[in-house]
């Protein structure tokens, strides 16, 4: 099997860790050729060492149009004509809150990864996804189809991711290309379906219990300095002036 699939190629994109990166490694041990985009020099280097050498890091910021640019180009330079067999849009962070006081550059930096980078590397790389009639999967969450207290920046750009997944779909089935979105996380359809539901006055309740208790987690967060895109809380000193009645 790996021998058919040497020379088909997949991009990656956030694979430092986590998701991206077990999915990297995955496609590697396949006998795929993968372009892992990373941000750092250095965590593309460790990733290196745990795969082959078909596993390629690629600096790839899904914020910056000339990082996107130059890693298509590298990439179109290393596949020619063969074009590539699908890109992973994994690159992704989560903005948590309460959307009352949300800071609005808070907001448009959720949307600027979640969104419009997945769009951007999308348009970026699709004429050789195109070539090489390959698909692309865009790194979907639970959260885009149901949505919690304080993790409504995320939720909504996971809905988006949907709904573009949903459009580009529609649109490159008349070339053969083929989009999808994986959600992460899921529970089984069976679970829970046969346990007692309480009363609605005792679901309110509970509903409200929960959004207590995330409220005396996330001021924990609060001036919590993290490196940005790095899949943790992003720092939120303006939840302080927020609290629940």
Known sequence: MASALLRQSVVITGASTGIGAACALHLDAMGFQVFAGVRRREDGAALK????????????DVTDEVSIAQAAALVKEAVGEEGIAGLVNNAGIAVAGPLEVLPIPELRKQFEVNVIGAVAVTQAFLPLVRIGRGRIVNMGSIAGRATMPFLGPYSMSKFALEAMTTALRLE??????????SSQAQLPRQFGRNRPRPPICSRRR??????????????????????PHSGQFL?????RQWRMP
Do not use: Y
């Open 206 to 227: 509970q509903n409200m219990n929960r959004c207590r208790s995330m409220l005396n987690i996330l001021p924990a967060f609060a001036g919590r300095s993290t490196r």
């Open 49 to 60: 060492a745990r795969g082959s050498q078909r596993l390629l890091p690629v600096r790839l």
């Open 235 to 239: 720092p939120m000193p303006w939840l």
């Open 172 to 181: 490159l089935d008349t070339w053969g290309s083929r989009c999808r979105s």
